[in-house]
């Protein structure tokens, strides 16, 4: 298909974005996203919040929200701007962090729970509804907007990037996928953010790019957002005389990110109205919790800027003389964040595992450990063991794969709201600095962190379409495995260790598949199967085909995998088939796994299903 245009669409923790690219002229553009700003108030921003109301049935009259492209329906949820400003006021109808739940472990995506903890029952929404009704917002702003410069663009003539954290597995990767086709773009293609954001980075510099960057160099992309922290490496090498780019480690997902900040404001502020002699109540509290994040992102956005009033409203008859007023000053938005999430640790200082109660408040499995610092310490350990595991790998980065005992970037490109703030940014730059000895890492800027993403993705979607441009070599982020049970005389008390077999290596390719040969399974027709499935950041040296001999203790489990496999011609029912492991990484970024019959062609499709244990 010949796309006119590419689309990058940054579906954000926090905020979320939209960017255009024209395949003739190259240039990227924001497109700013018409959103209710007020009842009966619509305006443009360049994002949009990914915060979703749910209105009471009477709580505004009819037709208070109109939008360009649809009536205002009684009770429908609203999205954006107001929806996180008057969300504020009233907590237990908002939803925010929506992606994180994604990717929540323990909780069906698909499961209407949010609100969490909320009490409003029948109108609750699911994470995955809640993303799908995000991206359809995007699509229909984008289309309004088109339509109001007279442009005559479809979504059939675009090439449609959607970003994703490196962090998220290939289930979240999935339902983002899927929740973007129920919103009409279609089949999208997937990239990561922290790959989005040096896309951007390159665009920006233009041509200079290449005079910013040498071989031998790391970059570290640290992009912390409103509910992730996701850490990348891409080494630059030389080859035939042009500079190659890899990218050679992902971090694990790790929930700490802007909530996180605004909830330990929150607690804070809190401690500072007690000290006053003033308590709120635990509706308060939320509602103190999303105005700290209101104030932390403007006074990060605005150095000048010394305090932000807060007030807390109650619901009580007298609304002006319930409410609780405080602020937040600069020396303590700065101490919180700066010696709380980014304190001066050691290499050695690794994440502690110890829960911590505080961080758990929203119901998602936060990090235990709120300090960045550790949790970069690790991802640069990990990342050397990475590197390690594999001869291809080592080979590229040649001497720093040996000189320390963790990989040491040389350079750091940031994203994130987060790092508006210059103290942040040179917090994180001198933390790299002294566990270097001295070494210097410098900072590649001039760019915008909350649009870069978008901005990334368009730029990349347009060097797909033209097949021209520059490419990070990425692939799979992690390998990904396949329980085996262990055949071995029953032991009392003893349960034999699973076994793994690895069906993905780190690093496969889009548009590539892989048929595991030698390791053939046995599936039973009109009967489900299950496996368990498992992966790793850094086992980047397993084969195709390769046994993990302890999968518990070696990898980390993710999901169940299962398989229905119907009647089989001239295979009496109830009778084994033998089949092999096919893994196909799709042109669009999607993991598909399928058991192929061993005597023909036919296969199966393998479903990913969600842990909730």
């Not at 669409?9 to 700013?32: F, P, W």
């Not at 919040?49 to 037709?63: K, M, Q, R, T, V």
């Not at 595992?353 to 610092?373: H, I, N």
């Not at 970037?409 to 917090?427: C, E, H, Q, S, Y």
């Amino acid at each position: 298909m010949n796309h006119r245009f590419s689309l990058g669409i940054d579906l954000g923790t926090s905020n979320s974005a939209i960017a255009i690219s024209e395949v003739e002229s190259g240039q990227i553009e924001v497109i700013e996203l018409t959103q209710v700003l007020a009842p009966n108030r619509i305006g443009d921003k360049p994002t949009l919040p990914s915060a979703l109301y749910i209105p009471h049935p009477d709580e505004f009259p009819e037709g208070a929200f109109p939008l360009p492209w649809r009536a205002a329906d009684r009770g429908e949820p609203i999205m954006g701007h107001f929806a996180l400003n008057h969300g504020a006021l009233v907590p237990d109808r908002l939803i925010t962090s929506a992606k994180s739940w994604l990717s929540n472990p323990h909780v069906d995506p698909r499961q209407a729970v949010l609100p969490w903890k909320s009490e409003i029952g029948e109108q609750k929404l699911s994470a995955f509804d809640c993303s799908r009704r995000y991206l359809e917002h995007i699509r229909e702003s984008f289309r309004y907007a088109m339509l109001s410069r007279g442009w005559d663009m479809a979504l059939a003539d675009a090439e449609v990037v959607l970003t994703v954290p490196a962090s998220f597995d290939d289930i979240a990767r999935n339902l983002t996928a899927e929740a973007a086709e129920a919103a009409g773009l279609g089949k999208v293609v997937l990239l990561e953010e922290p790959l989005a954001a040096f896309y951007a980075w390159t665009a920006q510099a233009g041509k200079d790019w290449r005079a910013l960057v040498r071989p031998g160099d790391i970059v570290l992309v640290c992009d912390i957002g409103g509910g992730t922290a996701d850490f990348s490496l891409i080494a630059i090498s030389e080859k035939d005389g042009l500079l190659d780019l890899n990218r050679v480690s992902v971090g694990e997902h790790i929930l700490l990110g802007g909530d996180n900040m605004d909830l330990a404001l929150a607690y804070t502020l809190r401690a500072k109205l007690e000290a006053d002699g003033r308590s709120i109540s635990n509706t308060q509290f939320l509602a103190l919790t999303h105005s700290a994040g209101k104030a932390k992102v403007a006074m990060l956005e605005d150095d000048a800027m010394a305090e932000f009033p807060i007030a807390v409203p109650s619901r009580g008859s007298s609304l002006f003389g319930a409410t609780v007023s405080t602020k937040l000053d600069r020396q303590t938005l700065e101490q919180v964040i700066l010696e709380g999430f980014f304190a001066r640790t050691g290499i050695e200082d690794l994440p502690q595992k110890t829960r911590r109660a505080g961080l758990q408040e929203f119901g998602l499995p936060y990090a235990s450990d709120p300090v960045v610092s550790k949790h970069l310490a690790r991802f640069l350990t990990r990342s050397l063991e990475n590197v390690q595991s594999s001869e291809t790998l080592r080979a590229l980065i040649g001497e720093r794969a040996r000189s320390k005992p963790f990989l040491t970037p040389t350079a750091v490109l940031f994203n994130g709201g987060v790092f508006k703030a210059a103290p942040i940014r040179r917090r994180v730059l001198e933390l790299l600095e002294s566990w270097n000895e001295g070494g210097s890492v410098r900072e590649l800027a001039g760019y915008q962190p909350d649009l870069a993403v978008a901005k990334g993705a368009s730029f990349y979607g347009r060097n797909r379409i033209t097949g021209k441009g520059i490419r990070v070599k990425a692939g799979a982020s992690r390998s990904y495995y396949i329980g085996i049970e262990t055949s071995m005389p029953a032991v009392p008390g003893f349960a034999p260790p699973l076994k793994a077999l690895c069906v993905v290596p780190q690093g496969m390719e889009e548009g590539s598949e892989i048929l595991i040969e030698g390791r053939d399974l046995a599936l039973v027709t009109g009967q489900p199967a299950e496996f368990r499935f498992f992966s790793s950041e850094v086992r980047s040296g397993d084969a195709p085909g390769q046994i993990i001999p302890d999968a518990e203790r070696e990898l980390l489990e993710i999901s169940l995998l299962e398989v229905d496999l119907p009647a089989v011609e001239d295979i009496p029912a109830g009778q084994p088939v033998p089949v092999k492991i096919n893994a196909v990484v799709t042109e669009l970024g999607n993991l598909e796994l399928w058991m192929k019959h061993a005597k023909s062609d036919r296969r199966w499709k393998v479903e990913f299903q969600v842990r909730t244990e």
